[in-house]
């Protein structure tokens, strides 16, 4: 069995709960018997004949992939081949059901008003207790070669600009998917689509798996429902990044002037956001974005062009504001682009990339909403902010390179001293480091470090 995506695929800041997580996780995997996944595909194809594994499954950081193929009558030698996937359990803390019933109303919503490449869904069940695998997803499988940095890098000037190509008729086409709700979609009966779950993102995600409660936290905004306001999404982001600062053992790596500055970065980038949130905006519309738009999700062809688009399963609505382009286009280290050296350079490339997009938004819709709007976005390195809000371990990074660093020092004494509670705050996350450390050495021992058993839910 192979893997995919991360070498954590889970985003753990902590190694004892990732640790906890991988075993529980790999026991689930050897529960799943092959018989039985052939078993399940075979019921759904016409010749109802067993079928044959054609490649070794494929783990990703959510689910674990069977690659299943079938006969056809003709022509001669001709097979349908299908991927069977089912849903890491272990990793979805809110429910594998919930995720997939979002993900297959995103794909069935950009299939039906879109041109966008990406799989025919065959067959699912969502907590059907009936069936052997209570909530999985069959798709036809997509020949292509999975995009890599190495292939990107690699590109002659002909694939790039094919790439681009692709890559921008698929976010023209994302941008007018407008919705009047943040969160997660939902595909009616009646053929409608509308957003009535909440937002669920990865870092969400982690810090439910971390224990750190996330949903404590989305409970206080629209009921820990869908959200009708783009302000209210970007405090909930912000009470987000501050929950897992104060819940996290592992926040505070090392002593208390490291969790001062922390501490400090997550108050001031509040600051920074209030010059960068757009007012007019605030009621939407909203946007369909994929939710994790990463070269290991694209599939690409010989010439360079994107020939399917994988794996929905964190697709959202989101504010205008946080449709921002493929970050990774200039370096697959996002904590780079914090550096405004580097964050120029990305922009450079990003130029050659908004022009092509601008004319195929152009051509297709006879207006540049999109190219107008990522324009006016890149300054003020404002697609960082968009990307730090979503993933609150790059607040830190992107925040330490804002203002003067030679005064950093007196600013963090300044704001500390406003607040003795501020003092008591970290002085904790500096004991739970050290206790979190110590557990980190009793397992490297292999002895039981001091954590409770691993819980799979969040509620």
């Keep these: 069995m192979a893997e995919t995506?991360?070498?954590?695929?889970?985003h753990l800041q902590d190694v004892i709960i990732e640790k906890e997580l991988r075993d529980t996780r790999d026991k689930f995997i050897e529960s799943i018997r092959l018989d039985d996944v052939r078993r399940l595909a075979a019921s759904y194809h016409p010749s109802q004949s067993d079928g044959e594994f054609f490649q070794d499954s494929l783990r990703g950081s959510y689910n674990i992939c069977y690659f299943i193929r079938f006969p056809?009558?003709?022509?001669?030698?001709?097979w349908d081949k299908w991927v069977v996937r089912i849903p890491l359990a272990p990793c979805l803390p809110f429910g594998a059901g919930k995720k997939l019933e979002g993900e297959i109303a995103a794909m069935e919503l950009v299939y039906e008003r879109t041109s966008i490449p990406i799989?025919?869904?065959?067959?699912?069940?969502?907590?059907?207790?009936?069936?052997?695998?209570?909530?999985?997803?069959?798709?036809e499988y997509m020949?292509?070669?999975k995009l890599t940095h190495k292939t990107y890098e690699e590109f002659t000037q002909e694939q790039l600009l094919q790439f681009y190509v692709s890559l921008a008729d698929i976010f023209i086409q994302l941008r007018r998917l407008e919705m009047d709700a943040i969160g997660r979609l939902t595909h009616r009966e009646d053929g409608s689509f509308t957003v009535d779950r909440p937002i669920a993102t990865i870092d969400i995600n982690a810090q439910a798996l971390e224990r750190l409660q996330p949903s404590q936290v989305l409970a206080r905004y629209g009921g820990g429902g869908p959200l009708r306001s783009a302000g209210d999404y970007i405090d909930m982001l912000h009470d987000l990044a501050d929950n897992a600062f104060a819940q996290s053992r592992s926040s505070v790596p090392e002593g208390d002037g490291i969790g001062e500055e922390y501490l400090y970065h997550l108050h001031s980038f509040r600051e920074l956001v209030e010059d960068w949130r757009a007012e007019d905006d605030d009621r939407g519309p909203f946007v369909l974005v994929h939710g994790d738009?990463?070269?290991?999700?694209?599939?690409?062809?010989?010439?360079?062009?994107?020939?399917?688009?994988l794996d929905w399963e964190w697709s959202r609505v989101v504010p205008r504001q946080f449709f921002k382009p493929p970050l990774w286009l200039q370096y697959p280290d996002l904590t780079l682009l914090?550096?405004?050296?580097?964050?120029?350079?990305?922009?450079?490339?990003?130029?050659?990339f908004l022009v092509v997009l601008r004319q195929?938004?152009?051509?297709?819709?006879?207006?540049?909403?999109?190219?107008?709007?990522?324009?006016?976005?890149?300054?003020?390195?404002g697609f960082l902010v968009a990307n730090a809000l979503e993933?609150?371990?790059?607040?830190?990074?992107?925040?330490?390179?804002?203002?003067?660093p030679e005064d950093l020092q007196e600013r963090v004494v300044e704001f500390m001293g406003r607040d003795p509670r501020r003092a008591e705050l970290v002085a904790r996350k500096v004991r739970d480091g050290e206790a979190y450390k110590a557990d980190v050495q009793r397992l490297a021992r292999g002895e039981c470090p001091r954590t409770t058993a691993l819980k799979v839910t969040d509620h």
């Design 72 to 78: 056809r009558s003709s022509p001669s030698g001709a």
């Design 360 to 381: 195929r938004e152009l051509d297709a819709y006879g207006n540049t909403i999109l190219a107008d709007e990522w324009e006016s976005a890149q300054e003020r390195q």
């Design 143 to 145: 020949e292509g070669e």
């Design 5 to 10: 995506a991360y070498n954590n695929p889970t």
């Design 391 to 404: 993933s609150w371990m790059h607040v830190d990074w992107f925040m330490h390179y804002q203002g003067n």
């Design 293 to 309: 738009f990463q070269p290991f999700n694209l599939l690409i062809d010989d010439q360079g062009s994107i020939v399917s688009v």
């Design 338 to 352: 914090s550096r405004p050296i580097f964050y120029d350079h990305f922009l450079e490339l990003f130029e050659d």
């Design 119 to 139: 799989p025919q869904v065959i067959a699912y069940a969502i907590d059907d207790t009936s069936k052997t695998f209570p909530t999985f997803m069959i798709l």
